[in-house]
């Protein structure tokens, strides 16, 4: 016979006893106060612990003190449980509604004083904004009720339980229950109170909910006011001081639509608020409202009449240490540094935020789609069979999810579209949650992704299409057929405006070809843009035993079931640093185009309705990266959507060195999320005066060696290498092989038409089975001329036929030395190539290696298909900040299309390296690392690398691309690094 508390648990209704309905998240001055603080705790293995904790007189002495908010398993040093994580699977039994007995379950204890004073409250409520997943109240013993929806705010009526005094509150959390059916979201399951709780004291004559729905129509604002009170409660007063406004309603009869003049409308790029109060005698509610108008027109999705482009981010609420707790001071850095990288709009994957957040939104300009707060990504794995979106048993739970939702957020101008939710397939539910959002809000459209047909959805959206098929779902007229789409479906669906909701997995190093989805948006206005997975990684602060502090991804807590590093896919490390790629982002993505024809520069002002008057343009000219002149570039306002063509400024031209314009727009003035002078967009032309390549020496008079000798700087023993300007050097060796990326591991089907990738097996694979990683050398011959070595090994790995001839040739030219190694495959290899280089390894000695300076590309690392941050300069860096702490070791620090490099040690120069192009112009790269690529390979985490006592250079003639494989599509092909002959060349010389 099952137990009464697995029922309970068990139990898919959403709500039960003296909950209220979902209201408005309200700046109200109510009395009220907050609960948050320390509150007694115990932690129970199961639910069925006994509910005598919840009487008045209970002795809780015994327990512990937790703070809420807060998840109990990042409390404790392990004492109340660990994370898990898991993006698909689900961390119990997959038997709905059911959950397991062994369900951890946290008792809750705190007191409270309620003022004398409240005694003439109409009623009194206490609220909670976010608990996981189900949970029980009791006030001064009395049970209350209970809820579930993790994310969701849920209200309690109190006032025949609570007392002048002192009062306790008793919750009852259970990690488990029917609700994490549907909260199957790809992040940490962190159990607790762990958003904010508060008591209210609800006036009689008090205000319980309004709504301003505002529109904007050519400079006229208008305002749509619902207000919900008791008919007593009247008359009503809204004011909106800065325009003049101030509007009574005797009785909620009256209550009208106002015209407003002299509106400044609200965007993303001008987020206008104007401050509002409606009234009563008994409570004033204080809002921000923002004038706009969203509508779609065709396929076209549009906000105060101009089509809207999202450069979005989808964003989990997480953070190292505290999870999902909010913390107000670091949401508002988060969001303005979003805004410092271009970022314009936010996805709140997979539930509502902290109302807070969207706050925050409003006042600094986003974009926002507000989804719900549900994923049952788990039913995939059973074709989803028993899928609760389909099941008239779960009918309320949805609709419960969606009301609260949408009524708790309505009244913010950054929202546009509300979102269902996510991967929960489709079914009659999903389809009843959009028909109450419809109904319940004309002036936002629906969204989700899982309606393929587009049955009840307003907006087509897909997930990780590659660049062929979002060019071909832009393309007017096009009969390609749509993903898990009839015809007919398809026709449909191209009828509306399309969302990439997900693309570009941000997973470890990558993605790539951010920019060829760019373009597409601006070629096919049908495609607006989308959503990077994701904003941050997820990983938790935690440490070895031996004190060492690191991030933790699944698996790292001993969980049952996890997904690996699958959770550190942001484009924000966890600690905050950006990645290389969300500066790549950044620069993809930068709302100013600078276009170069002759001596003139066309400047686009692509944003939304910001013109840019906000903006200076400022240019500076370099040789070889030094700077020789600068100055401010005259522009005039460009309006959003519209171009001006300006004359460049003089631009002096070296003859014996690299000649390079750089422009950048930057903020004229502070904003609320940057100081002045930020740069929003740069630009870069060459100008530099075509000079020949020296031609190769080529020697005749070879003759067989011993291969010990002296060559300049270079001193060699049987052919190899062994010294450098007097210090100890090996090398150079043929390096085929990078510590894959996360992208390298993925094994998606998306291989983009390349005959070098297969399908379903990750590139990583193929690397590890030809061999790449454990290359072997067998010397041919040594051969040496008058002042030239020349060395042909054969290279190949065990077990394997295949192998790579490398010609290496030492030799003095003009006092100067010169290597040059040509690279030839044999035939037979069948798979694309990690890359092509050569590797010489530095022991440290006295003076170890321990930066660079070079002139190519830089700052950041850069990879064929993520180029568009990177600008050509003079650089210099150290070793350890040349690569990038992925929260998973793998290929970093790769900076492309070098020049010249001096290697140092405590800042000076201990060798000089300059490039020269191949034949086709090619410029190799370099990495320059204390770890070989194969021992990156072998750590899971930065904290298994080795003791170094070498640093390692790897000059590479070519590297394959980074792609998005990890979750989407393979390298573009014109990336992707088949086998071939690449020849590189350099000069070598002493510090």
């Given at each position: 016979m099952p137990s009464q508390h697995s029922a309970y648990v068990s139990d898919t209704a959403p709500e039960r006893g003296a909950l209220r309905a979902a209201r408005s998240w309200l700046h109200s001055d109510a009395p009220s106060r907050s609960l948050n603080g320390l509150w007694r705790f115990r932690l129970s293995p199961t639910a069925s612990v006994a509910e005598d904790f919840a009487a008045e007189g209970f002795d809780d002495t015994g327990w512990d003190d937790i703070p809420v908010p807060s998840h109990w398993v990042l409390r404790g040093d392990g004492a109340y449980g660990r994370p898990i994580y898991t993006n698909v699977q689900f961390p119990f039994p997959i038997d709905p509604?059911?959950?397991?007995?062994?369900?951890?379950?946290?008792?809750?204890?705190?007191?409270?004083?309620?003022?004398?004073?409240?005694?003439?409250?109409?009623?009194?409520?206490?609220?909670?904004?976010?608990?996981?997943?189900?949970?029980?109240?009791?006030?001064?013993?009395?049970?209350?009720?209970?809820?579930?929806?993790?994310?969701?705010?849920?209200?309690?009526d109190v006032t025949s339980s609570v007392r002048p005094g002192d009062n306790v509150v008793s919750v009852r959390v259970h990690q488990w229950s029917a609700a994490s059916y549907v909260e199957d979201q790809d992040q940490w399951w962190l159990p607790g109170i762990f958003r904010d709780v508060t008591v209210i004291a609800r006036p009689a004559g008090g205000i319980e909910d309004v709504w301003l729905r505002t529109g904007f129509d050519n400079g006229r604002g208008q305002v749509e006011t619902e207000v919900t009170a008791d008919a007593a409660a009247f008359p009503v007063t809204l004011r909106l001081p800065e325009l003049g406004v101030e509007q009574v309603w005797a009785t909620a009869a009256d209550v009208a639509p106002l015209d407003v003049d002299g509106v400044e409308p609200w965007s993303a790029e001008r987020p206008r608020l104007y401050d509002v109060t409606v009234s009563t005698a008994a409570e004033s509610i204080a809002l921000r409202v923002g004038f706009r108008t969203v509508e779609i027109r065709g396929d076209r999705f549009l906000v105060n009449g101009r089509r809207v482009v999202f450069h979005g981010m989808n964003r989990h609420e997480t953070h190292p240490e505290r999870g999902r707790v909010f913390d107000e001071e670091h949401a508002r850095e988060d969001l303005a540094r979003m805004k410092r990288f271009n970022v314009n709009a936010i996805r709140t994957s997979h539930y509502p935020p902290h109302p807070r957040l969207l706050d925050l939104a409003d006042e600094l300009g986003f974009w926002v789609v507000l989804e719900c707060d549900l994923e049952t990504h788990g039913f995939d794995k059973l074709g989803w069979v028993g899928n609760p979106s389909d099941d008239p048993a779960w009918r309320e739970a949805y609709l419960d999810r969606i009301r609260r939702t949408v009524e708790r957020d309505k009244n913010h101008p950054s929202i546009v579209i509300w979102s269902l939710g996510n991967e929960a397939g489709t079914g009659t539910n999903l389809a009843a949650m959009s028909a109450w959002v419809h109904a319940r809000d004309a002036g936002r459209p629906v969204h989700?992704?899982?309606?393929?047909?587009?049955?009840?959805?307003?907006?087509?959206?897909?997930?990780?299409?590659?660049?062929?098929?979002?060019?071909?779902?832009?393309?007017?007229?096009?009969?390609?057929?749509?993903?898990?789409?009839?015809?007919?479906?398809?026709?449909?669906?191209r009828t509306k405006p399309f969302l990439l909701c997900e693309y570009a997995h941000a997973m470890g190093n990558g993605p790539g070809a951010l920019d060829q989805y760019e373009a597409l948006v601006h070629e096919h206005p049908r495609l607006h843009g989308g959503f990077i997975w994701e904003w941050r990684d997820h990983g938790i602060l935690t440490t070895t035993p031996d004190g060492t502090p690191f991030y933790a991804y699944g698996g790292d807590f001993g969980e049952v079931v996890h997904d690996g590093n699958f959770v550190m896919d942001g484009m924000l490390l966890s600690d905050d640093v950006p990645t290389p790629s969300l500066h790549e982002y950044k620069a993809v993505v930068q709302p100013v185009r600078f276009t170069f024809d002759g001596d003139e520069v066309a400047i686009a002002n692509l944003r939304h309705s910001a013109d840019t008057s906000d903006l200076r343009f400022h240019w500076r000219v370099e040789h070889d990266g030094t700077l020789v002149d600068s100055g401010d570039m005259e522009v005039p306002v460009v309006a959003a959507g519209e171009s001006?063509?300006?004359?460049?400024?003089?631009?002096?031209?070296?003859?014996?060195?690299?000649?390079?314009?750089?422009?950048?727009?930057?903020?004229?003035?502070?904003?609320?999320?940057?100081?002045?002078g930020h740069v929003i967009a740069t630009a870069q032309l060459d100008r530099s005066t075509r000079r020949p390549v020296p031609a190769v020496r080529r020697e005749t008079d070879w003759r067989p060696s011993d291969g010990t000798l002296a060559l300049g700087i270079a001193e060699f023993v049987d052919g190899s290498l062994v010294r450098l300007a007097g210090r100890a050097v090996a090398g150079p060796r043929l390096e085929l092989f990078r510590a894959p990326t996360d992208n390298d591991e993925g094994a998606t089907q998306e291989v983009e038409e390349s005959d070098a990738s297969v399908a379903g097996v990750s590139n990583a694979e193929l690397w590890r089975r030809d061999g790449l990683d454990r290359l072997t050398t067998r010397l041919l011959s040594v051969e040496r001329s008058a002042d030239a070595l020349r060395t042909i090994s054969k290279v190949s790995a065990a077990n394997s036929a295949l192998s790579v001839i490398v010609e290496s040739v030492w030799s003095l030219v003009g006092g100067e030395l010169e290597l040059r190694v040509e690279i030839e495959p044999s035939r037979g290899w069948l798979t694309v190539w990690p890359r092509i280089g050569i590797r010489f390894d530095l022991p440290d000695g006295a003076a170890p290696v321990d930066g660079a300076e070079w002139f190519g590309l830089g700052p950041l690392e850069s990879y064929p298909d993520s180029l568009r941050a990177a600008r050509t300069g003079r650089f210099s860096s150290t070793i350890r900040d040349l690569s990038v702490d992925y929260a998973r070791p793998q290929e970093t620090g790769h900076r492309s299309h070098l020049r010249q490099l001096t290697l140092t040690s405590a800042g000076a120069g201990v060798l000089r390296i300059v490039t020269f192009p191949d034949t086709r112009g090619r410029r190799p790269g370099f990495t320059l690392s204390?770890?070989?690529?194969?021992?990156?390979?072998?750590?899971?985490?930065?904290?298994?690398?080795?003791?170094s006592t070498t640093s390692h250079l790897i000059v590479d003639a070519a590297q394959h691309g980074l792609g998005s494989r990890a979750c989407g599509p393979d390298v573009w092909p014109e990336f992707a690094l088949r086998p071939e002959a690449r020849t590189i060349r350099l000069r070598i010389a002493g510090g």
């Open positions: 509604p059911h959950v397991p007995d062994e369900n951890p379950t946290g008792d809750y204890r705190r007191h409270f004083e309620v003022p004398a004073d409240w005694s003439e409250a109409e009623r009194v409520v206490l609220r909670f904004d976010g608990v996981e997943s189900l949970f029980k109240v009791w006030v001064n013993g009395d049970e209350i009720g209970s809820a579930s929806g993790s994310r969701l705010a849920h209200e309690f989700y992704e899982g309606d393929h047909a587009g049955e009840y959805t307003d907006v087509y959206s897909r997930m990780y299409s590659s660049v062929l098929e979002t060019e071909q779902i832009g393309t007017d007229g096009s009969r390609a057929p749509l993903l898990n789409c009839t015809p007919a479906q398809g026709a449909r669906q001006a063509r300006v004359p460049l400024p003089r631009i002096p031209v070296a003859q014996d060195a690299e000649t390079w314009l750089t422009i950048d727009a930057v903020l004229a003035a502070e904003t609320a999320w940057a100081r002045d204390r770890h070989t690529p194969q021992q990156i390979a072998q750590a899971g985490h930065p904290f298994e690398l080795p003791d």
